[in-house]
């Protein structure tokens, strides 16, 4: 992105993360550095959480002042707590926000009190003085204006959708919907698996031993039970867990792409999941959970392919012959890439660096 955006680019970017504990292969990035902590795993006891937050927090605290970067970027609630204490410091930074993940207030009252606390310092130390802050929605958010009681600023609060790559929509083309094996329909899902919070039941009861029917399943879930009712179905594999680089690997061998969230809650229910836009530019009808009100923004019923929000609660009443029928119906090319919605934070960032370096050049 910043290559793209920016010719000369002589910017020094650092990143700091956690290490994944799912076996995924380490992402390294050009003209970066990359410093992964040990995250919080599952199965820890509260005490080492909490040790493990404090040492993650004091590390990146201290490499703040060590760099004394001038422009900042963090993700979500529990990444904050460095930046507030950086920014009592340094008053004249560029503070930019991301949140990927929807709270309210009333579930940050009830949940982890870090994280209560942490949002409570952001309201009062870091809102105010970010440039850019931003949700992955407008439904997301204008709750999050809302809730804040903030006065909406369309610079400074921005949708930021989370697309894939352009180069996974151009790196092969659609196999030919004549050409494709249509002995049996074949499903695919990408992600976490639950059975609370999905319609997984739903799914292997209509179509798990169904002739006509495969469907298979790419997540790092180590669940057992899961695992095990999965494979049970005659129709149903589990191939472990996929590199995000690999998912491109993937077009041409699948027809449906499923997104089986029940929307339990407003995070989900004011979502639009990555995986629709990646299924999509995989050239893969979604048959996406009705219950997720903000992905009826992104059906598309007149081409191909598709994108149909399904009642998987009534699973029996769909008509999947219907669905999947795309007589009449042209292919158009997801629009949906990731580069047409980080160009102009790039571009706010770069403007923001160039003014640094003037201010500097003249101080001199």
């Given at each position: 992105m910043s290559n793209n955006v920016h010719p000369n680019n002589t910017t020094e970017i650092i990143l700091v993360t956690t290490k994944p504990n799912t076996g995924l292969r380490l992402v390294a990035l050009p003209n970066i550095q990359i410093i992964r902590y040990r995250g919080i795993e599952k199965g820890m006891s509260a005490f080492k959480k909490l040790t493990q937050y404090i040492y993650i927090y004091s590390a990146v605290i201290m490499k703040l002042f060590k760099y004394k970067p001038q422009s900042l970027f963090?993700?979500?609630?529990?990444?904050s707590f460095p930046f507030v204490v950086y920014s009592l410091f340094y008053k004249k930074i560029n503070l930019y926000i991301h949140y990927h993940e929807l709270f309210?207030?009333?579930?940050?009252?009830?949940?982890?009190?870090?994280?209560?606390?942490l949002n409570r310092l952001e309201k009062r130390y870091l809102y105010a003085k970010a440039k850019w802050i931003s949700e992955t929605n407008r439904y997301r958010m204008k709750i999050f204006i809302d809730q804040y009681h903030l006065n909406f600023d369309r610079v400074k609060h921005r949708i930021l959708p989370n697309y894939p790559p352009k180069k996974w929509i151009d790196q092969s083309k659609i196999v030919n919907v004549n050409q494709r094996d249509k002995s049996k329909i074949k499903l695919l899902h990408i992600g976490s698996l639950s059975f609370e919070t999905m319609y997984l039941n739903e799914v292997l009861k209509q179509y798990g031993n169904h002739e006509k029917f495969e469907i298979t399943f790419y997540s790092h879930l180590r669940d057992r039970i899961i695992i095990e009712k999965l494979t049970s179905y005659d129709n149903v594999t589990f191939k472990g867990s996929l590199n995000y680089d690999e998912i491109p690997n993937l077009k041409g061998l699948y027809d449906v792409g499923l997104v089986l969230y029940k929307g339990n809650?407003?995070?989900?229910?004011?979502?639009?999941?990555?995986?629709?836009?990646?299924?999509?530019?995989?050239?893969?009808?979604?048959w996406c959970s009705d219950k997720l009100v903000t992905s009826k923004d992104y059906e598309i019923r007149s081409s191909y392919p598709k994108m149909l929000m399904v009642d998987f609660e009534n699973l029996y009443r769909f008509n999947f012959q219907n669905a999947l029928d795309k007589d009449k119906l042209t292919y158009k090319e997801s629009p949906y890439y990731c580069e047409t919605v980080y160009e102009p934070l790039a571009a706010q960032m770069y403007s923001d660096f160039d003014l640094e370096a003037a201010t500097e050049r003249k101080s001199l």
């Open positions: 963090f993700y979500e609630t529990l990444s309210t207030i009333e579930q940050l009252k009830k949940g982890r009190p870090l994280h209560n606390f809650s407003l995070n989900f229910t004011y979502n639009a999941p990555n995986k629709i836009f990646e299924y999509l530019a995989l050239d893969l009808d979604v």
